[in-house]
């Protein structure tokens, strides 16, 4: 029987087997001594790290340490409400950092910045008005930016929809393939915007890819 630990865009965390290629964690210990989650974050800092570090071995759900949770990618953690790691994706945490500051028309933002800023971004409802997208306007989206009708997910891709599961990405689609109803952002608008500012999200290994 696999962990709860699997995120999905929603930031739900699940039971599933695909385990994902990045890892991450909610800044502590969300599991209980039957290694079953009890609470749905720690702090605010919510990273996506690698899922190899410096020869670490870690074994899942241990009493006392932080819960280990898996996505399928990079854009699936962002879309969950995570940031970069700074100790084990250093040079992505910065230019992460960096592509949100530049969307605010700052210098590059620290760590408990960012965590304090999608701490908020969090918080919004699935159909707050932050999060609604109009159709027409999918194709000025970056890459990398999750979106999500119903119960599914997509992900975007040089101007077309990956449909996301746990296993991976769904045949690319165009928008013309979703139904009439409300398109919402699954990825917080702050990270959209550092996206729009030059950060490029890790795909999983297998997702589509645009030609060149």
């Not at 870690?58 to 990618?73: A, C, G, H, I, V």
């Not at 701490?119 to 159709?135: F, G, I, N, T």
């Not at 999750?146 to 990956?162: E, F, S, W």
């Not at 608008?189 to 890819?209: D, E, I, N």
């Amino acid at each position: 029987m696999p962990f709860q630990n699997r995120v999905d865009p929603a930031g739900n965390i699940c039971i599933h087997p695909a385990r994902g290629e990045f890892m991450g964690n909610r800044g502590g210990v969300l599991h209980d001594t039957d290694q079953q989650i009890v609470r749905h974050q720690k702090g605010r800092a919510w990273l996506v790290c690698v899922t190899e570090f410096k020869g670490r071995r870690r074994k899942l759900m241990q009493p006392n340490s932080y819960t280990e949770l898996f996505f399928l990618d990079e854009v699936t953690a962002l879309a969950a409400g995570h940031r970069p790691c700074f100790e084990c994706r250093r040079q992505d945490a910065l230019a992460f950092a960096e592509a949100m500051g530049k969307s605010r028309s700052e210098p590059r933002l620290s760590a408990p910045a960012i965590d304090a800023l999608l701490a908020v971004e969090r918080k919004r409802k699935p159909d707050a008005p932050e999060r609604q997208v109009a159709r027409d306007a999918l194709s000025s989206l970056p890459d990398g930016v999750m979106i999500g009708q119903g119960n599914t997910h997509y992900a975007l891709l040089g101007g077309r929809l990956l449909p996301w599961s746990f296993e991976g990405y769904g045949a690319p689609l165009d928008a013309d393939a979703l139904s009439g109803d409300p398109v919402r952002l699954a990825t917080p608008p702050l990270t959209v915007a550092a996206l729009g500012h030059g950060y490029r999200p890790a795909f999983h290994s297998r997702a589509w890819k645009p030609a060149t």
